[in-house]
């Protein structure tokens, strides 16, 4: 079971970046699939995750309405276009692939609950 993560980087604010979470060595179809930061100091986060069976999303508040969530079937990764970035968003971003379960999105997502796989991270800084 792999999960890689790229497209972090260096950005102003209000600026974009697209991470991507590339899965393999499990049944994509099969699993939930959460982003996740942790900015230094701080403990880490739930951010989005989506469902891939449904396509079933869930955003925490600090970031909806400027972060999107979506996979790619064929690819078998998982996206977060991040928009308006500001500098708080600044962290190390990770993905995360749980199995597909009676667990709510907003319960795995929020208490870091459920989770059976990790990437090993990419960082997003953002500058004011």
């Known amino acids: 079971v792999q999960l890689v993560e790229s497209g972090g980087g260096l950005v102003q604010a209000g600026g974009s970046l697209r991470l991507s979470c590339a899965a393999s060595?499990?049944?994509?179809?099969?699993?939930?699939i959460g982003w996740f930061r942790q900015a230094p100091g701080k403990e880490r986060e739930g951010v989005a995750s989506?469902?891939?069976?449904?396509?079933?999303?869930y955003y925490v508040d600090s970031v909806k309405f400027r972060f999107t969530i979506t996979n790619d079937y064929a690819k078998n990764t998982v996206y977060l276009q991040m928009d308006s970035l500001k500098p708080e968003d600044k962290a190390v971003y990770y993905c995360?692939?749980?199995?597909?379960?009676?667990?709510?999105?907003?319960?795995?997502?929020?208490?870091?609950?459920?989770?059976?796989?990790w990437g090993g991270g990419t960082l997003v800084t953002v500058s004011s």
């Open positions: 995360a692939a749980g199995q597909d379960g009676p667990f709510a999105l907003e319960t795995m997502t929020r208490n870091s609950y459920g989770w059976n796989y």
């Open positions: 060595g499990f049944g994509f179809h099969e699993f939930v």
């Open positions: 989506i469902r891939n069976s449904d396509l079933t999303t």
